[in-house]
């Protein structure tokens, strides 16, 4: 019974989580017309939000190693719900800009410790190969339903209400936490200034790159470049940089990259060109894309059960691949483009889905003690990620939808490759 009730709540949190990053995007609109924003202060209410939880992933991490994923779970939750609260009564746009950063935090560290808490009670094996499966799914499903749950609560009782809902679904967590879920710690140590280097580096990386700022690109990797000095020199550093050496966890890292870099960066330019050139409406756009979104639920249950089956350089690979396939069928030309483009989208949700559990799987290849220090690397790559995607595919995508989609297609296909030396070195090993 505590097993269902820990991936019951780490599947709830991470709704929440996925949920207030998609679904205020739908009411973005009121909320400028409500508190007469500005454009700038409009886009600082995704913004603040995604770079909060960006920056902050790792260290969450290494908190919940240190002191107890439980407890760092249970105070994520209550900065989270407070700060929905405090989004939801904003009475101007830069008071909700400040709370939007608060919940940023809040979801760090929802996020950083629901993986780590399902491998504290499922042992390696099946049975977890079909929790984060489950897992996976739940947070696919939640991306989809986003949007639409953002629109419904949006037109029928206001932009606040996104915020206001989140309050009774935390308080139910918290207690449900308190008489169900039994602590989890390892160990961890939080370093002060690489903390404060590590976040100040992906504020400044991840902006540099959807925005495309060279100047502030070159701070954030001084900054990046000055954390890795300080941390390689601590007495007891944040990041075990040993982890590396750990092909499975390198290899792993690097195609998780790779991957939302080539996929969710392709979508950004994708949903412009089907509204654009396609003049497809909104509606009839995210009606098509749903395609998508059953095969992200479809992927990680299927990858779910044969996770302990099959050769890690072969999964790691397998989303990727099919990420790959995905963009190279959406690149063909034909009379009526959203043939392939449906296909493709289909393929790119199975591959996603899959990738996601495998990443997952990924930062449970460190020691008990560490999950968490080392599923917060794997968690902020994937945000790292989606940057670089919207970064490097802007330039293709000028240059039209075939181009990008090929580069794309090219990043995801470097992805899948990287495994190929863990295939060749532990062929037929099982995880």
């Not at 949006?154 to 207690?175: D, H, K, Q």
């Not at 409406?281 to 044969?306: H, K, N, Q, Y």
């Amino acid at each position: 019974m505590r097993r269902g009730w820990v991936l019951a709540l780490a599947s709830l949190t991470i709704v929440l989580v996925v949920v207030d990053l998609t679904a205020v995007t739908i009411a973005l609109p009121d909320i400028r017309s409500d508190l007469r924003a500005s454009l700038p202060e409009v886009q600082w209410v995704v913004d603040a939000y995604a770079l909060t939880l960006a920056a902050v992933l790792l260290p969450a991490g290494v908190l919940a190693d240190r002191y107890g994923r439980r407890r760092l779970l249970a105070v994520g939750v209550s900065v989270f719900t407070l700060a929905s609260l405090a989004c939801a009564l904003a009475p101007t746009a830069p008071l909700l800009d400040l709370a939007r950063g608060v919940q940023g935090l809040g979801a760090s560290a929802l996020y950083g410790t629901t993986t780590p808490l399902i491998a504290s009670v499922y042992p390696e094996g099946p049975e977890r190969g079909k929790a984060l499966g489950i897992f996976s799914a739940v947070s696919g499903l939640a991306m989809t339903l986003g949007p639409v749950v953002g629109g419904a609560l949006t037109g029928t009782f206001g932009w606040r209400a996104i915020f206001l809902i989140n309050l009774p679904i935390g308080a139910f967590v918290l207690v449900a936490l308190r008489q169900r879920v039994a602590e989890s710690r390892g160990r961890g140590h939080l370093d002060p200034p690489g903390t404060v280097l590590v976040a100040a580096a992906l504020f400044a990386i991840i902006p540099a790159l959807i925005h495309d700022l060279p100047w502030l690109l070159v701070v954030g990797l001084v900054l990046l470049v000055a954390f890795v000095a300080v941390e390689r020199r601590a007495a007891e550093p944040m990041i075990d940089f040993g982890l590396f050496r750990n092909g499975v966890f390198a290899v792993g890292s690097g195609t998780t990259l790779l991957m939302l870099a080539a996929l969710l960066g392709a979508f950004t330019y994708l949903t412009l060109y089907v509204q654009g050139p396609l003049h497809t409406s909104p509606v009839e756009a995210g009606t098509r894309f749903l395609a998508f979104s059953v095969a992200a639920v479809i992927g990680p249950v299927a990858i779910g059960r044969v996770l302990h089956r099959w050769p890690m350089g072969v999964l790691i690979a397998a989303g990727p691949a099919l990420i790959a396939l995905a963009l190279l069928v959406m690149s063909v030309p034909a009379a009526d483009p959203w043939t392939p483009i449906m296909f493709g989208l289909f393929l790119g949700g199975l591959g996603l889905g899959a990738g996601n559990v495998v990443a997952n799987q990924v930062g449970l290849t460190a020691p008990m003690d560490r999950v968490g220090m080392a599923t917060g690397v794997v968690n902020t790559v994937k945000q790292v990620g989606t940057a670089v995607g919207v970064a490097l595919l802007a330039a293709p995508y000028r240059a039209g939808v075939t181009s990008m989609l090929l580069v794309a297609a090219g990043l995801a296909l470097a992805g899948a490759l990287l495994p190929v030396a863990l295939v060749r070195r532990a062929a037929g090993q099982k995880v």
